[in-house]
T-cell receptor, first 111, second 112 residues
Framework: GEDVEQSLFLSVREGDSSVINCTYT??????LYWYKQEPGAGLQLLTYIFSNMDMKQDQRLTVLLNKKDKHLSLRIADTQTGDSAIYFC???????????FGAGTQVVVTP | DAGVTQSPTHLIKTRGQHVTLRCSPI?????VSWYQQVLGQGPQFIFQYYEKEERGRGNFPDRFSARQFPNYSSELNVNALLLGDSALYLC???????????FGPGTRLTVL
């Protein structure tokens, strides 16, 4: 079966780096995604990584993928108060694009 | 270009009623997916449509149905509403089934 797991909460000081972790179980996943959700809003696609990559960097965001351990992480450098949100890890669960989401990690940035 | 749009933004219904939610994908996108997000949880996949055909269905009862129109917009219908159907319903569009999905703001459904 498919299951995506994330830690539920992360508190970080403004200016520090945040690291959000995710584990998945479907070894056939081709793409893995990170989405951000602010209160009362839909999901914003932050970044994604193809399963044959180990790392992807996009401005303040760095995605690391350990396919052997089925572990995905998102690092946010120089975390700002505007980064406070819920972050979802998702895997593409079939060839047609169904996404399997984790429960989300709430990130709280303190001054 | 406008992003994914959904209507209505909020909706209140009572148990046993029927509801129709609407979604317009990004211009040029041919695939639409629907997700249900219960408070405090991640989104759960309901349906995916591509070129008006159902390509995937999640573990939801037959009370849930959907369709896609020739202009690629989509409707999600839920019959015989239950309290547990209260959730944020998200629509996502993608160019085709292989590309990243972009989400709309969602419709907040409350069933009393």
């Amino acid at each position: 079966g498919e299951d995506v797991e994330q830690s539920l909460f992360l508190s970080v000081r403004e200016g520090d780096s945040s690291v959000i972790n995710c584990t998945y179980t479907d070894s056939s996943s081709t793409y893995l995604y990170w989405y951000k959700q602010e209160p009362g809003a839909g999901l914003q696609l932050l970044t994604y990584i193809f399963s044959n990559m180990d790392m992807k960097q996009d401005q303040r965001l760095t995605v690391l993928l350990n396919k052997k351990d089925k572990h995905l992480s998102l690092r946010i450098a120089d975390t700002q108060t505007g980064d406070s949100a819920i972050y979802f890890c998702a895997e593409k669960a079939d060839s047609w694009g169904k996404l399997q989401f984790g429960a989300g990690t709430q990130v709280v940035v303190t001054p | 270009d406008a992003g994914v749009t959904q209507s209505p933004t909020h909706l209140i219904k009572t148990r046993g009623q029927h509801v129709t939610l609407r979604c317009s994908p990004i211009s040029g996108h041919k695939s639409v997916s629907w997700y249900q997000q219960v408070l405090g949880q991640g989104p759960q996949f309901i349906f995916q449509y591509y070129e008006k055909e159902e390509r995937g269905r999640g573990n939801f009862p037959d009370r849930f149905s959907a369709r896609q129109f020739p202009n690629y917009s989509s409707e999600l219908n839920v019959n015989a509403l239950l309290l547990g159907d209260s959730a944020l319903y998200l629509c996502a569009s993608t160019l085709d089934s292989y590309n990243e999905q972009f989400f709309g703001p969602g419709t907040r459904l409350t069933v009393l």
